[in-house]
């Protein structure tokens, strides 16, 4: 706006005197922005708070805003600070009850605690009201960093209507600019509400008012209104010759330096503020949401950001270079227009392949940024058309375009859309650079964030294919698992369990822990699972299992350290037998009185240790008990005892639940959630139900080939008692098999038959031959080899198992009656 000018009558000589004329005060000036909350704590602290009064924002954020600033005037109750300020607020009623209504304003010196410095504060507060948290915005500069008064000019920060200054429409656009980075719906009220209460003004001798714009990304608009005070000046000094002339021209030179300059330094000074704010996670996701965030609206109106599928579904490097077949993911899109104006035209999460005559498809083929500073209603329309089932035209016509490619390798992986709306600078040669740049960045946080998950599906897949399928049913016993990743980076690890079918109806309950994180301990709890299961196949007691185990770590290397709690169930006795190597004790809930109780087990020495005994304890059990076994990622939280996990354990296990799935969901949410858990979380938890005696049928027999038809009449008996008439011709035909084998190669004692009703029928022929049979194919001439062939093909499971006594053939048969349930 212009300014004042003075005139004297005349020089000594007569002659006219050249009118005394100070430079412009500019109101482009850089500004910190502050929000806070109804508690006035600080929710937000610009990087311009931070070079200003010399707090971080770690430090900032939750901390008193008038232990931090002097704007104790604009906060209702609150003391002033020592300092002496002026203080001006809009003329609007101050008896009103509750907040303030009206914004204020002040000037302070106050002293920087950092380093002594003092600085001279400039400051606006204006109120907020909404449905958010914010309460009051705070926009404050350094005072010494405005330009042109004059000496004897006292200058003050003050409100006005944005509307009595020329171009108020593009003040009004500015706003959002200084506003801290938020969605549309709450950046559109705050705006509304401050240019409702005044538009920040610097008040020049309380007679000239100068707005205030922030100090950033408009170099060809302050390029013209600077370009204007050399041309007034030119006007009101006319020039008596040359060299007047030619200092002009020198202004004007040095004008335009400066300019570039000083848009280079801005556009920096946003690639080093988005730069801090990206890449503060390797969630991929995440990632791409605070690329495309940080450009609204500081660079863009619009932007939207798409990924080749294949690099969002973490399935590794795309091969080759994109074409019109690549199908590209949509994963975010911020702007400043309306909340959800576009969601139906471009909406997040869609899958598209981008027609070959775009700009789109320019840039991702060439992976070279595209530039259209102005996209015509003809042009528009032509790019549009090459949409189906979509009209882009809304979004793209008579706006500025860029679009930018995200590489990592000179490999496109993705690209964003830029926008900026009509009446906002085009987009020019230097945003083309700037927007670049920040693909650049972002490619390189984008290239982290997708090996991440790459590695993260890696390690999920071989976790999962390494974790075993428990069946939840098996006989007199219900089992349910659950497995959490730990938190650490990569996230496998070598937590296992394990429920293993046993002869005699019996089931193996296995959890270890491999020592460390890694690739490494995952493959280590796979071999010592899968010794596990071999070894439990033999039937060895728990004490036993765990010294061959022992020995095998060792043999396979010095580093096979695991920690391991083994147990067997025997539902027909009713009796656990258990053994531990350095692992947490089991939980086991009492079904009679619902009690919790650490089990009192020996607890040996981790696997891979060597030359430490292990031993077997036996524990009696009733129907309907429970048995917990846990890794220590469950109870084990950094920086408390372990005993409180495992207390919290045992409170959580005793919680009644309608199934074993909602019993393990209430241990996990007890514990599985705790903060500071950084280990990976294996649980087994087993219901203990038992078989009744009635549900159990066994006979010794002579080792006579008579006693084969007297099996069968035994079998079918029983059958009939149990109501199986369906089941009795295939259980005589594979009964009669198995105890003409067993007959015909036990050596001493007697063959004992014995039939187990539960959800299946399961029989056991059992010898004290040690041999385990095999499966032979079986010549037509042959008389032998052909019993287990036919029970192969008519049980629905079989098997073999050595014992102490000698060995034991086993099959399931499935049962169409009424079968007994567990």
Known sequence: MEQGTSRGDGGQDGAPRVPARRTEVSGRIPLAVVVVDADGLVTHWSSGARKLFAHTREQAIGAPAVDLMPVSGA???????????????????????????????????????????????????????????????????DATALTGAAPDERYAPGFALHTEFPGAELLADRLPDILPNMGPATGGRIVAQILDLGYPVLE??????????????????????????????????????????????DDLADLEEDLEHAAVRERLEFLNEVSGRIGSSLDLARTIREVTSAAVPRFADFAGTHLRAQVLAGEG????????????????????????????????????????????????????????????????????????????????????????????????????????????????????TTGAELAARAGLVLDNARMYTYQENVAETLQDSMLPQVTPRMAGCDTATRYLPGTRLGRVGGDWFDAIKLSGSRTALVVGDVMGHGLTSAAMMGQLRTAVQTMAALDLPPAQLLRHLDDLAQRLGEHYLATCLYAVYDPIRSELLLANAGHIPPVLVRAQDGRSALLDLPTGAPIGVGGVPFETATVRVAPGDRLILCTDGLVEVRGQDIGAGLAALCESAAHPAASMD???????????????????????????????????????????????????????????????????????????????NAVRHAHTHHVVLRLV??????????????????????????????????????????????????????FEQTLTGPARHT
């Open 317 to 432: 490097f795309p091969d080759g270079p994109p074409d019109i077949t690549t199908v590209w993911h949509r994963v975010w899109v911020a702007h400043n227009d309306e909340p959800g104006r576009w969601d139906d035209t471009v909406p997040v999460g869609e899958s598209i392949a981008f027609p070959e005559h775009t700009p789109f498809f320019q840039c991702m083929v060439t992976g070279e940024p595209v530039l259209i500073p102005y996209i015509s209603d003809e042009l528009g329309d032509r790019i549009a058309g090459q949409f189906e089932k979509r009209d882009l035209r809304p979004l793209i016509n008579g706006r500025s375009i860029l679009i930018v490619p995200l590489k990592a390798r000179d490999v496109v992986l993705g690209f964003m859309v830029l926008l900026r709306r009509a009446g906002r600078e085009v987009f020019g040669d230097m945003d083309r």
């Open 204 to 249: 020049i001798s309380h007679h000239e008012r100068v707005p205030v714009t922030p100090d950033w990304g408009m170099p060809r608009y302050r390029e013209r209104q600077a370009r204007r005070a050399v041309r007034r000046r030119a006007a009101e000094q006319p020039p008596p010759g040359p060299a007047p002339l030619e200092d002009l021209e």
């Open 757 to 810: 009703r539960t959800e299946a029928l399961l029989c056991e022929v059992a010898d004290d031959d040690h041999e385990l049979p095999a499966l032979l194919d079986a010549r037509p001439d042959d008389e032998y080899g052909r019993g287990l062939r036919v029970i192969s093909e008519l049980a629905r499971e079989w098997g073999t198992s050595r014992t102490r006594q000698g060995k034991t053939v086993w």
């Open 75 to 141: 906060l209702r109750g609150a003391d002033l600070p020592d300092e002496a300020y002026e203080t001006h607020r809009a003329e609007q009623d101050d008896t009103l009850d509750g907040p303030r209504t009206y914004p204020t304003a002040g000037r302070a010196r106050m002293t920087l605690a950092a380093d002594a410095a003092q600085v001279d504060v400039l400051w606006w507060a204006y109120p907020l009201a909404g449905p958010g948290p914010e309460r009051l915005l705070v926009l404050a500069a």
């Open 662 to 740: 909602d019993a393990c969901d209430t241990v996990i949410r007890a514990l599985g959630q705790r903060g500071g858990r950084k280990d990976d979380v294996a649980l087994l938890m087993a219901r203990l139900g038992g078989i009744p005696p009635d549900d159990v049928a066994q006979w010794r027999l002579a080792l006579d080939p008579a006693e084969v038809g007297r099996a069968r009449g035994l079998v079918r008996e029983q059958l009939l008692r149990w109501g199986l008439p369906h089941a009795v011709e295939t259980a005589e035909l594979l009964v009669s098999e198995a105890v003409t």
